[in-house]
């Protein structure tokens, strides 16, 4: 233990993954309030999870309680259980602001009076969507009756999520003070934020205490471990705590283990390593875990540099089910971490064939490359198939292919597409400086003053760069012009 008081500062995750920056540990801890039921969505309630979820641009008029409403009124169930359901898979594609809008339904327009799982999800829920202060707020006006383990559990994940050391120790505390404290699952909880945060003597103080209350470790707990070894490339230490999980006969070695292991192996150059390693993983994933699992050892072997086994974990994750749009953004990101452009374009290719609903940033991934390699036929190619669907890129595509357009030295094209990436933005989307740089400085080449300061205008109008910056560009064209 004394190793961990020596070490760096352990990041969220030290596993290159996009699905989620705390990989199979963090799924653990939603057992504290995820007591939502293990009903699997039926076709129905995927039909409503996508009328649920605009992935374009909301239709005038939307909103999740009118979906909900026009739902019941077509005569469709829709008591608690399908409501947790709902919620749930929402939750699971990480839609939080509609999950939280259908447990708000819940209540108000259905009656149903809460559960202690339903308040511990709502609580978890307005964290994420308005953060930890009005999820402490909700959590003062539960009634007494329904405060509980789930419940208590929910807020020292909020708590922790946020990375609020002091109030997730003093919830830590009460739950102790209430007997709540007795699991495994709620000291991980713990283990993760002082790993994250780097506090390795409470994490060793921690690990005494649960050593002395009689605690196991479970794998979880082994993992935050072998994260911390992993990220201070302490391969010794990292191989000699691997051997004890291996050795331990309460822990069942799980694939996730040995992918933070490659991970470690992958950091420290030692690539043979953690290609054994990848495969020792490989021969644990099992059921449900079995697409997040093979996503994550994709990512991997990319990042060791092998195409071939990327291409061979593809076709194995391809026989696991349904493909979703997340996992097609991790097989061209991977390609294209590997310079296989052709190989990504043919994967976006079998996207387009097969795909259930419009998600922009599938092509975007190859796009970018395509217009960074200074391939913009291929990526107007793409584009216009998309123009062509009645798809309609988002400002990022146009945002790309304008900083294409400007390296290949076509100011005029690059200013025409910059503005359609501007006209294309949604509130909070901010535009790259010096493709907007590039393009005032064309305009400044040309001596228009008025082409640029409506320029500068559409950028204000649509508040994709500071004002401040955009007076500054005003002042520079007036005298520079």
Not at 90 to 101: M, Q, S
Request: glycine content about 6%; charged content about 25%.
């Amino acid at each position: 233990m004394m190793m961990m008081k020596m070490m760096m500062k352990i990041p969220q995750s030290c596993i290159p993954i996009s699905r989620t920056s705390q990989c199979g540990i963090s799924r653990v801890f939603r057992v504290l309030f995820c007591t939502t039921g293990t009903v699997t969505p039926s076709s129905s309630k995927d039909a409503l999870y996508r009328r649920l979820v605009q992935f374009g641009k909301p239709t005038p008029g939307f909103s999740i309680q009118g979906v909900l409403d026009q739902w019941v009124e077509e005569g469709r169930a829709l008591e608690r259980k399908e409501l947790r359901v709902t919620i749930k898979q929402l939750r699971k594609f990480k839609r939080f602001k509609e999950a939280l809008e259908v447990s708000e339904w819940m209540s108000d327009k259905r009656f149903l009076d809460l559960l202690p799982g339903d308040v511990a999800v709502r609580l978890d829920l307005i964290s994420k969507v308005h953060g930890l202060e009005h999820a402490e707020k909700y959590f003062s006006n539960i009634p007494v009756t329904l405060i509980g383990v789930h419940v208590y559990g929910a807020l020292l994940h909020c708590s922790a999520h946020a990375k609020n050391v002091e109030k997730t120790e003093a919830v830590m505390q009460k739950m102790r003070e209430l007997g709540f404290a007795k699991t495994t699952l709620t000291y991980n909880v713990m283990l993760k934020l002082y790993s994250d945060m780097g506090n390795h003597d409470k994490l060793d103080s921690l690990m005494q205490e649960m050593e002395e209350k009689g605690i196991a470790c479970d794998k979880f707990t082994y993992n935050t471990w072998l994260n911390a070894y992993a990220y201070a490339s302490d391969l010794d230490g990292m191989e000699k705590l691997l051997m004890k999980m291996e050795a331990d006969p309460v822990v069942n070695m799980s694939w996730h283990a040995y992918v933070v292991v490659a991970n470690g192996y992958l950091k420290a150059g030692a690539v043979e390593k953690a290609s054994s390693m990848l495969k020792k993983s490989e021969q644990l994933v099992r059921g449900k875990e079995r697409r997040f699992a093979y996503e994550v050892i994709l990512s991997l072997y990319a990042g060791i540099g092998n195409k071939k086994e990327v291409y061979r974990i593809w076709q194995l994750y391809k026989t696991s089910g349904r493909i979703y749009n997340m996992s097609y953004i991790n097989m061209i990101s991977s390609l294209v971490k590997l310079d296989d452009l052709d190989g990504a374009e043919k994967i976006l290719e079998e996207w387009e064939a097969v795909k259930e609903y419009f998600d922009s940033r599938v092509p975007n991934v190859l796009i970018s490359a395509f217009c960074k390699k200074g391939l913009l036929g291929n990526a107007e190619s793409i584009v216009n198939r998309l123009l062509e669907s009645g798809m309609e890129p988002i400002a990022a595509i146009w945002q790309h292919l304008a900083a294409g357009y400007h390296e290949n030295g076509e100011g005029e094209k690059a200013l025409e597409t910059m503005k359609k990436a501007i006209a294309a933005s949604h509130p909070g989307w901010k535009a790259n400086l010096a493709t907007v740089t590039a393009c005032l400085e064309y305009l400044k080449g040309k001596v228009s003053i008025e082409a640029a300061e409506e320029f500068i205008e559409l950028l204000k109008e649509k508040g994709c760069i500071p004002t401040e910056l955009c007076d500054k560009f005003v002042a520079e064209c007036q005298v520079r012009i």
